[in-house]
């Protein structure tokens, strides 16, 4: 049964970074994409920022110039560096894996950023 475990999120004054961790466990099959996604109370999930197993990455018009994602892929884990953090960017922050065409999620991380 596939896993993905996040860890760092908390409470950040705006301008502050933090740095998401989400690692995979529970099947050796290979991954296609990893990504974050992120869902501010009221409102729909929405893509923050994807890596696919070829290093190609994609962001949010939000996230350009400010987040960073990336990918250790002996240990199917992906980070995502966020810098520069804005209020908006407050919510819950999911993890998700792209394994053989299916989408799996982790439980998300709170990250909350104060004015």
């Known amino acids: 049964q596939v896993q993905l475990v996040e860890s760092g999120g908390g409470l950040v004054q705006a301008g502050g970074s933090l740095r998401l961790s989400c690692t995979k466990s529970g099947t050796h099959l290979g991954i296609n994409a990893m990504g974050w996604y992120r869902q501010a109370p009221g409102k729909e999930r929405e893509l923050v920022a994807s890596?696919?197993?070829?290093?190609?990455?994609n962001y949010a018009d939000s996230a350009k110039g400010r987040f960073s994602i990336s990918r250790e892929l002996r240990q199917d884990t992906v980070h995502l560096q966020m810098n520069s953090l804005k209020t908006d960017d407050t919510g819950v922050y999911f993890c998700t894996a792209n394994i053989l065409g299916r989408d799996f999620w982790g439980q998300g991380t709170q990250v909350t950023v104060s004015s």
């Open positions: 890596i696919r197993v070829n290093g190609l990455t």
